[in-house]
């Protein structure tokens, strides 16, 4: 990455591209997780199981997610990032309001694949768009920054999403013009699909195009090579991915399953959870992403070439025990505590580990690189992280109201994995660093 690159973009249009990216994965995390407070309503008038409502909200979205975000990520190597960032917003925007229209499991599973078929080009084009837009000495402050949108689509969707739900219970909307007969989960799945449309034309029509850098400026490689590099680095690609879906899927677990936690295990109305749930997130993640993308820059700064590695490995094993105990806790503000407490060590480790891959992955190999590692960060920690607690829930405890106790021991189970692939990852890391760097000069 090179400064003359950058310099294109400085003052007011980097601020704009920063603000313009955040946004977008605000809306990505936004309507992805709003289903997780929805699950008791949609439950109901679905007559649903703990295991179907996993799998809307893990396989049917990320399946899709997965199998999309191959192909369109060489389209981001080869085209426009901001055309696909715009009408990939659009349409997953489309999709958020198709679910509710849902009348059947069927339904909103195909709506959820469609979600996950729009929100697929989002991550590769984005990190791929900052990667030619800043140095690599800050590189993972910029992702830090830009995984903000994540952190605000997750408080959102369980604060605006809380707030709708339970002004859309308490309003007359029977006498709404053509929506009156339809239920407040389904409304609200409307509501938060509009603006998501809108910002989609502001941004194709203001969001500029950088260019690429020396390294990426040439004819993009084909997949063969693309696989020739990720096997040289195999070792470290395994760990570092597979290191990340296991912190993904301790987090996934309970951002999923935890409104339903706390409306059945302390008795919290539908949309309650939300609103405290929301505050929590949105005051403990933004701190924890801007601390890890930080440290992470300073210890680079300071010789350390596998800072981002580092941090990644530190934010895992501190995240493990809190989120163990989230669950167990016997009250609900000491279950909040816990959450926070693991939300904050989680998304520590969110903008060096996103960081890590792109620095030791060639520029016109990123989008691909990149699609790989959100598939499988998607498909086994969004997928198999719910799905282990609600088979955990229905099959083994046979009791919807041990939820805790499925979750307490898949976190148990995952987070040493997790702690030693980022052990494995930081030993292969510093030397391909080293060799990103030589490819450079």
Known sequence: MHDDHAGLFSGRKRAWVLVALTVTFMFNFLDRQVLALLVMPIKRDLHLSDTQ???????????????????????????????????????????????GLAQSFAQLALARVG??????CNTPATYSFVADLYPREKLSRA???INLGNVGGQGLAMLLGGTLILWLTRA???AWPLVGGMKPWQ???????????????????????????????????????????????RWLYLALILGITIKAMLSFGATI?????????????????????????????????????????????????????????????LLTPFAILFPL??????????????LFFGAMGTGPGNAAIQVITPGRMRGTITAFYVAAMNVIGNGLGPLTVALLTDHVFANESLLGRSMAISAAALGPVGVLLC???????????????????
């Not at 210890?299 to 981002?308: I, T």
């Not at 009250?331 to 693991?342: D, E, F, K, N, Y």
Request: net charge positive; aromatic share 10%.
């Open 143 to 145: 992702i830090s920054v």
């Open 115 to 120: 979600l996950g078929v729009g929100e697929s």
């Open 329 to 342: 806790m016997p009250s609900a503000p000491l279950a909040l505590a816990m959450q926070g407490t693991s």
């Open 187 to 233: 409304l609200t799945f409307l509501i938060l699909g509009l603006p998501g449309i809108v910002w989609a034309v502001l941004m194709l029509a203001t969001l500029p195009e950088p260019p690429r850098t020396r390294e990426s400026e040439h004819q993009a490689p084909g997949l063969r090579d693309v696989a020739r590099f990720a096997a040289r680095w």
């Open 53 to 99: 409502v996993a799998l809307l909200m893990g396989f049917a979205f990320v399946v899709f997610y997965a199998l999309a975000g191959i192909p369109l990520s060489r389209l981001i190597d080869l085209g426009s990032r901001k055309w696909m960032l715009g009408l990939g917003l659009g349409f997953w925007s489309l999709m958020t309001m198709a679910c």
């Open 423 to 441: 052990w494995i990852a930081l030993k292969f890391y510093g030397p391909a660093v080293a060799a990103a760097r030589a490819r450079e000069i």
């Open 172 to 174: 007359d909307t029977g």
């Open 257 to 317: 399953w935890g409104p339903a936690l706390f409306e059945r295990q302390f008795g919290w109305a539908t949309g309650r959870p939300g609103l405290y749930l929301g505050l929590v997130s949105l005051a403990a993640m933004p701190v924890g992403l801007i601390a890890g993308g930080w440290i992470a820059d300073r210890l680079q700064a300071a010789g350390r070439d596998d800072a981002n590695a580092l941090v990644l490995l530190g934010s895992t094993l």
